[in-house]
C-alpha cells in the first residue's frame, strides 16, 4: 500500500468517528490510556479503528501490537472490522486473541525457559476430572463420615477461583490453614464454618495433587495457561520483547490474574484499555473492577476518554439507565447521551401476582408485534431474568399465547438438572416401571451405586419379570438376596424415602408438599450446596418447581372433581371405568406439557429470547422486558455487593434500544408460599425523585410512534396497510382476554372488566365496557396498607378531540378538557398496587417527536359505582387448565374435561 493509499485510509476510517472517539484513537500512543466507554458507544469500532492509527499512522509493525479480548467472538468481529481498514494480511500479522489463545501461543514457543517442554497438552474441564477422580476417592470415607459430598466439579471451581486470584496450590493450602484457624459462624442460610474448611481443607490436598499430576504428564488447564503466561512474560523479557502496545477489551471483567499477565506483556509501558466500571457484573467470578483504579497507581501517567455518545437506545431508555445506575455514589461521574429521538418512555407496571405480570408481558408482545405492522418480529424480543427460575411463568405465558421462544445459553425451566432429578422421584412413584426415572432417581443423592450396579440390577428384574423398584425393595427389607456387589446398605435411605412418598401420594397429598417432603427426604439443599458450584441459583429452581405445583394446585382439584363426574357418567353408561387420576399424576402432566416445545435450532432468530442479565450483556434488542423487578431479585438476597447488583440492572436495561418495560408483583409465591414483595429501591428511590422517567401504561403505537420507533432501529416505516391489517386480526382474539393495560380486576375493584382494542391511528376503542349505574356518592383513592401506595395515573395527550368517543369514558369518571399542560406526573410512590379502580384513559406518554396538538383529558373525580350482579358481568375465563391451549369464555380449555354442571 503506498503513502497516498495510506493516507486515504488513515482519513476514511477518521471520518466516521465522534469527537471523543477521535480523541482516542489518535491518543498518544507511550501514553497509558483508559478509555470508558458507555453502552452503546462503539468501543469495538474505537479498538479497530486505534489499531489501524497505530499501524497507518505511527507505523507500528502489525506484529507489535497485542490486541486482547474475553471471547473468540469479540475477537473474529475486531478481525473483520480490521480487515476492512488495513488489508487481510496487516490484520493476521496482530497479536489478537483471548488471554488464554494468547498465553498458549507464546507458552508454545519459549516453553523450556519455565520448565515446560512445547508439546504440552492442554486438559479440557472433563480431563482435568478424571485427574482429580482418584484423589478425591482417597477422601471419601472421611467426607462420608461427616455427611459431606464432594463432586470433581466442585473441586475444580473452588481451584479456578484459587487460580484466578493467582494462588499457587501451596498459597492455597496455607491460606486455608489460616482460615481453619479461625472463629467459626455459622448461619440457617450458609453452609457453617467447619464444612466450608472440611470441604477447602481436602480442595487444597488435592490441588497440590492435581497440580504434581499436570506437570508430570506435561500439561496444563486452561487456567495454567494464564498462570504460567504470566511466570513467563514476567521472567523471560525476551518473550515480550516484540510488544510495542497492548489493547485490552472488557478490562472491568479481567481478575487479579489477567491484570497481572497485562502489566507483564506491557514491556513498553504502553496500554490502552477499554471498559466501563458501570457494567462490571462478574465480581462473583472473580473479576475485580478495581483493576481500573490499580493501573492508575501502577501506570501513574494514565489518562481517562470518555465515550458517552450512545448509537443503540432511545434518549428515554437512556435517562431512566443512568438514573438507576447514578444512584451509586463511588462510581466514576459520567453520562451518555444519544442523538436518537426521546422515543416511548420506558414502562413501569405493578402486578398482583407473578402470572399476570408474565400473562402482561405475552400479551403486550403480540400487541407490539400486531401494533407495528411487521417493522417488529419475535425475535426483537427479549425478557431479562435476575435469575433463572424466574423463567418459569415467562415460557408458559408465552407458550399460552402461541410465541416461540428460546432460553440464551441455559436450559429451558423443566429441562434443567435439578428439576429433572426431582421429577424422577415423583414419576417413579407414580410408575415404578419407569427405568429413566428409576436410574436417575437411584443414585441422586450419590448412593455408590454405578453404572455397572443398575446393569446387574436390571438383568436380574427381567429375569425375576418384577420392577426395578419391586426388586429393589426386596433386597432392602432381606426377601431375595442381595446382588454382587453388595446394594443393600447402599438402598438404606432410597427405599424408605420412596415408601414415605408413595404413602403421601396415595393420601392425595398435594404435589408442592410432596415435593417439600422429597428434598427434606434426601436432603437435597445440602446435596446440591456440595455439589454444584452453582448451587444457590439451582435451589432457587427447585423452590420455583414448589411453586409451580402450588400454581396448578387449583387446577388440579377442579380437574379431580370434574374425572369423578365422569366416572359417574361413565358407570351409568356402562362404559369401561377409566384410570383414577391422582394429583401427582395431574401434576406430572402438566410440567410434561408446560416443558414441551420445538427443541429445533432452527430459526432462533425468529424467537423471543429468555435470557438472565449476565448472559445479555454485550448484546442488544429492540424491546427489553425485565420482570421481578423487586426487594430481593434487584438486589438479589444473597449478595454481598448491592452495587454490583444496581450495575446489573443497569445493564439489562441499556440492552433495549427502542422500548423498554420494567415490571414487579405486589406478591409472589417463594417455594409454594405468597409473600409480599415491594419495589426494587433501585426504581423507587428514582422515581421519586423523578417521576417521568417511567410511565405505568404502554405506548399506543401512534403512526407517530412507530416513526420514531423504526428511527431509533433505522429500519423502514411499516406499511399503514399492513398494520390495519395485523391490528383487525390481533383485535379478533383480544375479545377473550381481560384488559391488562387498563383494568387489573385483582386489586379490588368493583367495577366491570374493561375490553380495550387498539387502532391503527393511535385511538382506543372500546369493545366491551361493562359500566353499571353510579351511585351519587364520590369513591376516594384509598389503599390497603402503607405498602400499596398507588401511582396516580398520568394524564395522555391525544391528537384530536373526537379520538375518545363517549362510549370511552366510564359512566362513573367525569373529564375535562383542560389547557396543555407540563408533562410531569404526580409522584409514582412505591407501588402501582390500589384499590382504587383505574382510569380507561391511557396514560400521558411525553416525548414522542412529532406529535402536535396534544389536549390532554384530565379525571377530575370518580364516582364509586354500585355493586354490579355477579349475572351481569361478561364470563371470562381466567385459569389455566394445565397450560393446555388458551382460555376459552367457559374457562375449560382441556378437551379432556367438561364444565361442571
Known amino acids: 500500500m503506498s503513502l497516498s493509499q495510506d493516507s486515504m485510509a488513515v482519513l476514511s476510517y477518521l471520518k466516521s468517528l465522534n469527537s471523543a472517539q477521535l480523541k482516542a484513537v489518535q491518543h498518544p500512543p507511550q501514553i497509558p490510556l483508559q478509555i470508558l466507554a458507555g453502552p452503546g458507544s462503539g468501543k469495538t469500532k474505537v479498538l479497530t479503528s486505534r489499531i489501524a492509527h497505530l499501524i497507518l499512522h505511527h507505523k507500528f509493525l502489525p506484529s507489535s501490537i497485542c490486541a486482547v479480548t474475553f471471547t473468540n467472538k469479540a475477537a473474529n468481529e475486531m478481525k473483520e472490522r480490521l480487515t476492512k481498514l488495513i488489508g487481510k494480511e496487516k490484520t493476521a500479522e496482530v497479536r489478537m486473541g483471548t488471554f488464554h489463545a494468547l498465553c498458549a501461543l507464546f507458552l508454545r514457543k519459549y516453553a523450556s525457559s519455565i520448565g515446560l517442554e512445547g508439546n504440552f497438552t492442554v486438559c479440557d474441564a472433563e480431563e482435568s476430572k478424571k485427574i482429580i477422580t482418584p484423589f478425591l476417592k482417597k477422601y471419601k470415607d472421611d467426607l462420608a463420615a461427616k455427611d459431606i459430598t464432594l463432586k470433581e466439579a466442585t473441586v475444580l471451581a473452588i481451584i479456578s477461583k484459587a487460580k484466578a486470584k493467582g494462588l499457587s496450590a501451596s498459597d492455597f493450602h496455607h491460606d486455608i490453614r489460616i482460615r481453619s484457624h479461625a472463629p467459626k459462624n455459622s448461619s440457617d442460610s450458609q453452609i457453617s464454618s467447619s464444612t466450608v474448611n472440611d470441604i477447602d481443607l481436602v480442595v487444597a490436598e488435592i490441588y497440590e495433587d492435581y497440580e504434581k499430576t499436570l506437570r508430570k504428564n506435561n500439561s496444563l488447564d486452561f487456567d495454567d495457561l494464564l498462570l504460567f503466561g504470566v511466570k513467563l512474560f514476567t521472567e523471560n523479557p525476551t518473550s515480550v520483547k516484540w510488544c510495542r502496545h497492548v489493547l485490552v477489551d472488557e478490562f472491568q471483567d479481567t481478575n487479579v490474574t489477567q491484570y497481572a499477565l497485562m502489566e507483564a506483556i506491557a514491556f513498553a509501558r504502553c496500554v490502552t484499555v477499554v471498559g466501563d466500571p458501570d457494567q462490571s457484573i462478574y465480581g462473583w467470578r472473580s473479576a475485580e473492577v478495581g483493576n481500573l483504579a490499580?493501573?492508575?497507581?501502577?501506570?501513574?501517567?494514565?489518562?481517562?476518554?470518555?465515550?458517552?455518545?450512545?448509537?443503540?437506545?432511545?434518549?428515554?431508555?437512556?435517562?431512566?439507565?443512568?438514573?438507576?445506575?447514578?444512584?451509586?455514589?463511588?462510581?466514576?461521574?459520567?453520562?451518555?447521551?444519544?442523538?436518537?429521538?426521546?422515543?416511548?418512555?420506558?414502562?413501569?407496571?405493578?402486578?398482583?401476582?407473578e402470572q399476570m405480570e408474565a400473562s402482561f408481558l405475552a400479551g403486550e408482545i403480540k400487541r407490539i408485534v400486531a401494533h407495528m405492522g411487521g417493522a417488529l418480529n419475535w425475535g426483537d424480543f427479549v425478557v431479562l431474568l435476575r435469575?433463572?427460575?424466574?423463567?418459569?411463568?415467562i415460557e408458559s405465558a408465552l407458550q399460552k399465547e402461541g410465541i416461540p421462544s428460546r432460553v440464551l445459553n441455559g436450559h429451558k425451566f423443566f429441562e434443567r438438572l435439578e428439576i429433572k432429578d426431582l421429577l424422577a422421584y415423583l414419576q417413579l412413584v407414580d410408575n415404578p416401571q419407569f427405568v429413566p426415572a428409576f436410574v436417575r432417581a437411584i443414585n441422586t443423592p450419590a448412593r455408590g451405586i454405578g453404572e455397572k450396579t443398575v446393569s446387574e440390577l436390571l438383568a436380574r428384574a427381567d429375569k425375576s419379570k418384577v420392577t426395578l423398584l419391586d426388586l429393589v425393595e426386596k433386597i432392602h427389607n432381606g426377601k431375595i438376596p442381595d446382588i454382587k456387589p453388595p446394594v443393600r446398605r447402599k438402598l438404606a435411605s432410597f427405599v424408605p424415602s420412596i415408601r414415605v412418598l408413595r404413602n403421601l401420594a396415595s393420601e392425595n397429598t398435594s404435589p408442592s408438599d410432596l415435593i417439600r417432603r422429597l428434598v427434606e427426604l434426601i436432603g437435597y439443599e445440602d446435596y446440591l450446596r456440595k455439589t454444584q458450584p452453582d448451587w444457590d441459583t439451582r435451589w432457587e429452581n427447585v423452590q420455583e418447581l414448589i411453586t409451580f405445583a402450588s400454581d396448578v394446585q387449583s387446577d388440579l382439584e377442579d380437574n379431580l372433581n370434574l374425572t369423578v363426574t365422569a366416572e359417574a357418567q361413565q358407570q351409568e353408561t356402562d362404559v369401561a371405568e377409566a384410570p383414577r387420576e391422582t394429583p401427582l399424576r395431574l401434576f406430572l402432566q402438566a410440567s410434561m406439557l408446560s416443558s414441551e416445545g420445538d427443541q429445533s435450532k432452527e430459526g432462533e432468530n425468529e424467537k423471543v429470547t429468555i435470557s438472565t442479565c449476565h448472559s445479555a450483556k454485550g448484546l442488544e434488542w429492540p424491546v427489553v422486558m425485565v420482570p421481578a423487578v423487586e426487594q430481593g431479585t434487584f438486589p438479589f438476597y444473597r449478595t454481598d455487593d448491592a452495587e454490583e447488583e444496581r450495575r446489573l440492572l443497569y445493564v439489562a436495561c441499556t440492552r433495549a434500544q427502542s422500548l423498554l418495560y420494567l415490571s414487579h408483583a405486589t406478591s409472589r409465591k417463594v417455594a409454594g408460599e405468597t409473600k409480599t414483595k415491594e419495589l426494587s429501591a433501585f426504581v423507587s428511590s428514582v422515581i421519586k425523585e423523578d417521576p417521568t422517567l417511567f410511565f405505568d401504561r404502554p405506548a399506543m403505537f401512534s403512526a407517530p410512534e412507530r416513526k420514531v420507533i423504526c428511527q431509533v432501529l433505522n429500519r423502514p416505516d411499516p406499511d399503514e396497510g399492513e398494520v390495519t391489517k395485523r391490528i383487525t386480526e390481533y383485535n379478533k382474539t383480544s375479545r377473550n382476554r381481560a384488559s391488562e393495560y387498563e383494568y387489573d380486576h385483582s386489586q379490588g375493584s368493583s367495577q366491570g372488566p374493561q375490553f380495550m382494542t387498539f387502532t391503527s391511528s393511535g385511538t382506543w376503542n372500546s369493545l366491551n365496557a361493562h359500566h353499571q349505574s353510579s351511585s351519587s356518592h364520590l369513591h376516594s383513592s384509598t389503599t390497603s396498607g402503607p405498602q400499596h401506595r398507588p401511582i396516580p395515573t398520568p394524564q395522555r395527550p391525544h391528537n384530536v378531540s373526537s379520538t375518545f368517543s363517549s362510549s370511552l369514558v366510564p359512566s362513573n369518571t367525569v373529564y375535562s378538557s383542560i389547557p396543555p399542560v407540563s408533562h410531569t406526573p404526580v409522584s409514582h410512590g412505591i407501588h402501582a398496587a390500589s384499590t382504587a379502580p383505574k382510569s380507561v384513559i391511557p396514560s400521558a406518554r411525553p416525548g414522542i417527536q412529532g406529535i402536535q396538538g396534544i389536549q390532554p383529558l384530565q379525571p377530575i373525580q370518580h364516582i364509586q359505582p354500585t355493586q354490579p350482579s355477579n349475572a351481569a358481568l361478561p364470563v371470562v375465563g381466567i385459569k389455566r387448565r394445565l397450560g393446555m391451549g388458551r382460555v376459552t369464555t367457559t374457562g375449560y380449555t382441556n378437551k379432556k374435561f367438561k364444565p361442571p354442571t
Not at 492508575?296 to 431512566?320: G, H, M, P, V, W
Open 294 to 353: 490499580r493501573m492508575q497507581k501502577d501506570f501513574s501517567s494514565t489518562e481517562q476518554i470518555f465515550l458517552e455518545q450512545n448509537y443503540r437506545s432511545s434518549s428515554s431508555i437512556l435517562k431512566a439507565s443512568l438514573a438507576i445506575v447514578a444512584q451509586d455514589k463511588t462510581r466514576i461521574q459520567k453520562s451518555l447521551h444519544t442523538s436518537h429521538p426521546v422515543g416511548p418512555i420506558p414502562v413501569l407496571r405493578s402486578f398482583s401476582s
Open 387 to 393: 435469575f433463572n427460575a424466574l423463567s418459569r411463568t
